[in-house]
């Protein structure tokens, strides 16, 4: 495996050299390669300044299903509509529910992109489209069609809302979970009282969504249970009910994140600091919250 400095050479390659990594890439060996995708997904996700892109449309090709899946999921904030007919045809074609699964949570940026009219109708439907017919197939995997929903839930239509609730009704607890996940990412009020029950099951991961959602529709009702999970067993749903009060905002929740800010526990104090910003930046005086925000760097700065 190369040193992680020398993968630096991958960023934004020229046609020429995209072609000559081609040529190499296909005599490496599985493993190398599905270790230098990994590396290269890492290194992206920390470096934003990096771009492995011509890398990992080479690894869309690869016949390896993890490289595969590892490619798409480095592609993660690429915004061409050029994209879509790739990803719409991993979702429809590919052999690997991996590379299927992954394939439909990527087509959810291109939903919101449409939703926000940040890109043409066209590609919008084309990805719209390939997400729906997977969710309404009954025969569908079952992974393949909760990512699609996922997906699906930036769309407020009645449609998509009908698939959630229906996924609701699952008996699969992780298909049940997905539903919540798209509850909070639709914004929508209807599942209010649904999101409220999910707050206090005994899964984990259905608490961490609930809470999640919560904050992402908004629920100034949920406060109160979501300042007892800010104490909950699980540190991620703590964070998670942090989080969904910064989004909340109101000054009781104001004052549960201030008595969090002070908290010995490194990262409880650091989810609370964090949504302590995200309250006063959607909630608070913009001018003010700016003006303290170019200070503190200022004075970090001067410490450094």
């Given at each position: 495996?190369?040193?992680?400095?020398?993968?630096?050479?991958?960023?934004?390659?020229?046609?020429?050299?995209?072609?000559?990594?081609?040529?190499?890439?296909?005599?490496?060996?599985?493993?190398?390669?599905?270790?230098?995708?990994?590396?290269?997904?890492?290194?992206?996700?920390?470096?934003?300044?990096?771009?492995?892109?011509?890398?990992?449309?080479?690894?869309?090709?690869?016949?390896?299903?993890?490289?595969?899946?590892?490619?798409?999921?480095?592609?993660?904030?690429?915004?061409?509509?050029?994209?879509?007919?790739?990803?719409?045809?991993?979702?429809?074609?590919?052999?690997?529910?991996?590379?299927?699964?992954?394939?439909?949570?990527?087509?959810?940026?291109?939903?919101?992109?449409?939703?926000?009219?940040?890109?043409?109708?066209?590609?919008?439907?084309?990805?719209?489209?390939?997400?729906?017919?997977?969710?309404?197939?009954?025969?569908?995997?079952?992974?393949?069609?909760?990512?699609?929903?996922?997906?699906?839930?930036?769309?407020?239509?009645?449609?998509?809302?009908?698939?959630?609730?229906?996924?609701?009704?699952?008996?699969?607890?992780?298909v049940h979970i997905s539903a919540i996940f798209a509850m909070g990412r639709?914004?929508?009020?209807?599942?209010?009282?649904?999101?409220?029950?999910?707050?206090?099951?005994?899964?984990?991961?259905?608490?961490?969504?609930?809470?999640?959602?919560c904050g992402e529709i908004a629920l100034g009702e949920a406060v109160p249970?979501?300042?007892?999970?800010?104490?909950?067993?699980?540190?991620?749903?703590?964070?998670?009910?942090?989080?969904?009060?910064?989004?909340?905002?109101?000054?009781?929740?104001?004052?549960?994140?201030?008595?969090?800010?002070?908290?010995?526990?490194?990262?409880?104090?650091?989810?609370?600091?964090?949504?302590?910003?995200e309250l006063e930046f959607l909630h608070g005086d913009l001018t003010e919250?700016?003006?303290?925000?170019?200070?503190?760097?200022?004075?970090?700065?001067?410490?450094?």
């Amino acid at each position: 495996m190369p040193a992680q400095a020398s993968l630096y050479h991958l960023s934004n390659l020229e046609p020429g050299d995209a072609a000559r990594v081609r040529e190499t890439w296909i005599c490496l060996p599985t493993a190398l390669r599905q270790q230098m995708i990994a590396r290269l997904t890492q290194v992206a996700e920390a470096d934003f300044e990096v771009n492995f892109g011509a890398v990992f449309y080479l690894g869309l090709e690869d016949e390896d299903a993890q490289v595969r899946t590892t490619s798409i999921e480095g592609l993660w904030e690429d915004e061409d509509v050029g994209l879509i007919p790739t990803l719409v045809d991993c979702l429809r074609e590919d052999e690997s529910v991996a590379v299927r699964a992954a394939a439909a949570t990527s087509l959810g940026r291109f939903i919101l992109l449409g939703e926000l009219e940040k890109i043409r109708p066209d590609p919008h439907a084309l990805a719209y489209d390939a997400l729906l017919a997977v969710c309404q197939d009954v025969e569908e995997h079952v992974e393949i069609q909760r990512r699609a929903l996922e997906s699906l839930a930036y769309t407020n239509n009645e449609t998509v809302a009908a698939l959630i609730d229906r996924a609701y009704a699952a008996p699969e607890e992780k298909v049940h979970i997905s539903a919540i996940f798209a509850m909070g990412r639709s914004a929508d009020a209807r599942w209010a009282g649904r999101v409220r029950q999910e707050l206090f099951q005994s899964n984990p991961a259905l608490r961490y969504e609930a809470a999640r959602a919560c904050g992402e529709i908004a629920l100034g009702e949920a406060v109160p249970e979501l300042e007892e999970l800010a104490d909950d067993v699980d540190p991620q749903v703590q964070e998670a009910a942090l989080w969904a009060l910064g989004q909340i905002g109101g000054d009781k929740a104001r004052k549960i994140l201030e008595r969090y800010c002070t908290a010995s526990n490194e990262a409880t104090r650091t989810a609370a600091e964090a949504a302590m910003e995200e309250l006063e930046f959607l909630h608070g005086d913009l001018t003010e919250f700016i003006t303290r925000l170019v200070g503190d760097r200022r004075d970090d700065a001067e410490f450094d």
